[in-house]
């Protein structure tokens, strides 16, 4: 506990002393902000579930009991887009007579505390007090909201060991489709599920403080806190010891010789594309883009799930504006890594600006066709899924490459557990959410103004025109970001991982 506190106050010092600590603080306000507003929200879902389940044949805690794990596959999914696996500066520590499977138990503690596993508490809390309350007092309010709360923590080492196996390898993905596959099938299939009553009793185990109840999740807590431990300590030491250079051996290497005839801007393309499919972050990035892509895809086309039309917009917005969201919001970080020597040859940062749009751009067409299906079966139409691919090339991706300018943080491109944590600065917070809200209000804005082909139209001639004068928006762009050249080279040097 003294090595994890004393790692903890490092870490607090590394985090002000960080260059990106002022630019953080509106990040972390604005994160608060959102977590208060969720709360409320699950406050308001728990307060309403205690009253609508009232009047079943059942106990209300009874019915959420026998759903708790639908709650852990719904709290597996909010994971994805809002935890990270855990990293922490080890290098330093190595030196030290401290071994590494103790500086990764710190790692895993820190997970297992960490504030998201008590977000769930706000819903089960107030439902708990309106319905457990008048049966078992006080007493099982705490001892149902302790077991829900070690719940969350297991949900939490379970999502943390897919995270990082899916980190690695792409095929691991299958673990928890096969996982929650199976689990479905047996709550669902049966008329009678065992599955159910089994969720139900652990419940009232939770509620009774039954020691059988708690231990089981103890069990289940410490067994895959081991497992991750085993993974995370191998990891550990392939990024320390660079084992990935040394042993794999490249067979065929790809040139891309076809881009030689597009000159300097055609190189920087090859770079690019070579960066995002060598490097282990930008792989795992890109993959996961495509996995939900194609998910809420398929979602879209071949089920019943999201046909409203409020869903649908969402959806095509959400596949198109992804990719610009993983790569550039964050555009020039992994650039930081050898931004010298970009800025040894005149005007190369504006050749690489041009090769980045040009690409992501053409990268729209990943998000087309896996939309195709959706097209066919009717749920979406070609002008709108053009529409929005030319907006998302145009007014969007402008929005983002102002980030160039004001980027100063290098972002690491293989290393995932021993490197800095570090969140986004305030900056990409706004523009994070104004890249997923002003398109959402523009959309519903214009088809109450003028209905839906015009809206679509109005789109696509906004995005042709910025499409048509990228070339002058970006050189914008570059004269900006050389005025603030030597400010931006100091904070990707700082923030470099040694």
């Known amino acids: 506990m003294n090595l994890f506190l004393e790692l903890r106050r490092h870490g607090k010092l ?10 953080n603080k509106f990040g972390r306000v604005f994160m608060y902000a959102m977590g208060v507003f969720w709360a409320g929200y699950l406050i308001f879902f728990g307060s309403m579930f205690a009253f ?3 009047g079943e044949s059942r106990e209300p805690y009874q019915l959420i009991n026998g759903a708790l794990i639908i709650f852990l596959a719904l709290d597996f999914l909010m994971r994805f887009p809002f935890q990270k696996t855990p990293t922490q500066e080890i290098k330093p520590y190595l030196l030290l007579p401290i071994r590494r499977t103790r500086l990764i138990d710190c790692l895993l503690l820190r997970s297992g505390l960490h504030s998201f596993n008590l977000i769930w508490l706000f819903f089960f809390v107030p439902f708990a007090i309106l319905t457990v ?3 078992y007092g006080v007493a099982g309010v705490v001892t149902y909201s302790i077991g829900v709360w070690l719940l969350m923590v297991m949900n939490n080492y379970w999502f943390l060991l897919c995270r990082t196996l899916m980190n690695e390898r792409v095929w691991w993905v299958a673990l928890p489709l096969i996982v929650y596959g199976a ?5 669902f299939i049966p008329d009678d599920s065992p599955l159910f009553d089994w969720s139900v009793t652990l419940g009232e185990g939770f509620i009774t403080g039954g020691v059988l109840s708690f231990l089981l999740v103890l069990a289940a807590i410490a067994l895959l806190w081991f497992i991750n431990r085993r993974v995370m300590a191998g990891l550990v030491y392939n990024e320390l010891n660079k084992v990935e250079d040394t042993t794999v051996k490249v067979r065929k290497v790809s040139e891309y010789k076809f881009l030689d005839r597009y000159g300097e801007i055609g190189e920087y393309i090859r770079l690019e594309m070579k960066m995002m499919l060598r490097n ?3 792989k795992t990035s890109l993959r996961t883009i495509v996995l939900l892509v194609l998910a809420f895809s398929a979602l879209l086309s071949f089920t019943e799930a ?3 039309t409020g869903m649908k917009d969402f959806i095509l917005i959400y596949n198109y504006i992804i990719f610009g969201i993983m790569f550039l919001l964050t555009i020039m970080g992994y650039e930081g890594n050898y931004i010298d020597g970009l800025m040894s040859r005149k005007e190369s940062i504006y050749s690489l600006l041009r090769a980045k749009y040009t690409l992501y751009s053409l990268a729209i067409l990943i998000p087309f066709v896996l939309m195709t299906p959706a097209m066919v079966m009717g749920k979406l139409t070609v002008l709108s899924c053009v529409a929005w691919g030319l907006f998302t090339a145009g007014p969007i991706y402008f929005g983002l490459f102002q980030m160039a300018v004001y980027n100063t943080r290098t972002v690491d491109l293989n290393t995932k557990l021993t490197t800095r944590q570090n969140g986004g600065t305030g900056l990409q917070g706004i523009i994070t959410a104004a890249v997923f809200g002003v398109p959402l ?3 519903v804005l214009f088809k109450a103004l003028w209905g839906e082909t015009v809206t679509h ?4 001639v906004l995005g042709a025109g910025f499409i048509l004068t990228s070339r002058l928006w970006i050189k914008n762009v570059y004269h900006r970001f050389m005025k603030r050249r030597y400010k931006n080279l100091e904070g990707f040097r700082d923030s470099r991982q040694r």
Do not use: E, Q, T, W
Request: with cysteine; glycine share 2%.
């Open 183 to 187: 689990i479905g099938c047996a709550l």
């Open 306 to 308: 999201y046909d409203s």
């Open 457 to 460: 139209v109005i789109l696509i």
């Open 133 to 135: 309350a008048r049966f």
């Open 280 to 282: 282990k972050i930008c």
């Open 441 to 443: 209000l523009l959309n």
């Open 14 to 23: 590394a985090d002000k002393r960080h260059p990106m600590y002022d630019k």
């Open 52 to 54: 609508v389940l009232n």
